[in-house]
């Protein structure tokens, strides 16, 4: 499954951050951002384009690694 799918799923889901910009939930076009800015960590792995290939089981999903808000989803 590519990444992108795989978190706009979670997204559907309501498992997805909320996006401080517009003080919404994250829009598509936010999780598009996000993955090519290298702003999500899956399974400990910085995924560079939305077209990588989620490995499951996904035991880590990390939001803003570097960030002082860091969220993760184990």
């Known amino acids: ?3 992108l799918d795989f978190l ?3 997204k559907a889901a309501h498992c997805c951050p909320w996006s ?13 951002r ?12 910085r995924s560079a384009t939305i077209d ?3 490995e499951f089981p996904v035991t880590e ?6 960030g002082k808000n860091r969220t993760s989803v184990r």
Do not use: T
Not at 20 to 32: G, K, L, Q, Y
Not at 61 to 66: A, H, M, Y
């Open 52 to 54: 990588d290939v989620v």
């Open 1 to 3: 499954m590519r990444l």
């Open 61 to 66: 999903l990390v939001w803003f690694p570097n």
């Open 8 to 10: 706009l799923d979670l």
């Open 34 to 45: 996000w993955i090519q800015n290298g702003a999500v960590l899956v399974n400990g792995v």
């Open 20 to 32: 401080r910009e517009r003080n919404m939930p994250a829009s598509n076009s936010d999780v598009r």
